[in-house]
């Protein structure tokens, strides 16, 4: 039995915000949108370079206070090929970019951005991103 991973969820304060910052810092388009007003909720789903895996934003309207991510969450990563221009673009964005790195003893092969929420994603030296 096969059990294809479909989509991640992040809550998010600002869905405009959002979406904007996934379709601008990474490519992402929105694939589907569904309103709830009865239900107090808008979902928002985005793919990245016609994947079928999804990235879900989780509107709550009567969300006043940010969400806590915790500290067992870490990070969702996306590809690309080259990291060095990647990470100029972000950084020229204004984005808040860490510095590249590596695994020790390795050359740099990844660094992360946050997103408007809080949420970091992990760019990797990718071949065939």
Request: glycine share 8%; net charge negative.
């Amino acid at each position: 039995m096969d059990y294809p991973m479909i989509h991640i969820c992040y809550r998010v304060m600002d869905l405009a915000a959002s979406e904007n910052f996934y379709r601008t810092a990474f490519g992402f388009e929105i694939s589907r949108k569904k309103d709830y007003p009865e239900h107090g909720f808008t979902l928002s789903y985005m793919t990245s370079a016609g994947l079928p895996f999804e990235l879900e934003l989780t509107y709550n309207y009567e969300q006043a206070e940010p969400y806590v991510i915790g500290d067992g969450y870490s990070h969702l990563a996306v590809g690309v090929e080259d990291l060095e221009a990647s990470h100029q673009r972000h950084s020229e964005m204004g984005l808040q970019v860490t510095p590249m790195k590596g695994l020790p003893g390795s050359p740099p092969k990844f660094y992360f951005v946050t997103d408007p929420d809080g949420f970091r994603i992990e760019v990797v030296r990718y071949q065939n991103a």
